[in-house]
């Protein structure tokens, strides 16, 4: 038998939100999520207000859960969070069906996603000195 050993980690101040019930696919999704992952939380939700994307305001109200989530469960700094990963996966999907000619039923696919952001709090590092 292998004993496990406990490794010393440091630990991360992360929190997380999730997002169960997009009605969209992933395909639409993950190019808006990997536009905002690295960015303070204040940047990214700028950016997402300002997006030509229906979907942004949900992920927009995903991350605002996160926030407050930092904020009041664990008494992070908001001015200090990060989000650190962004993903989306699938869910259900509807199957609709059109009539065409000669009897014939096309598909409709209405797929259904779900979100999770993973915010962090990064320390401000403190300059030393000057810069020139």
């Known amino acids: 038998m292998n004993k496990t050993k406990k490794k010393n980690r440091k630990k991360v101040n992360t929190v997380k939100s999730v997002n169960n019930s997009i009605r969209t696919s992933v ?3 993950n190019p808006i999520l990997k536009s905002i992952v ?17 979907i942004s305001k949900d992920i927009r109200k995903t991350i605002s859960s996160a926030v407050a989530n930092a904020e009041n469960n664990f008494q992070y700094d908001i001015d200090n969070l990060v989000v650190k990963e962004a993903y989306c996966g699938k869910k259900i999907v509807m199957k609709r069906f059109r009539p065409r000619a000669k009897g014939r039923a096309a598909p409709i696919l209405k ?16 300059s030393h000195g000057s810069k020139g």
Do not use: N, Y
């Open 27 to 29: 395909r639409k999704l």
């Open 38 to 54: 690295g960015k303070k939380v204040d940047v990214a939700i700028k950016d997402l207000q300002f997006s030509a994307k229906r």
């Open 111 to 126: 797929p259904w996603s779900t979100v999770t952001i993973i915010l962090s709090e990064v320390k401000q590092l403190e």
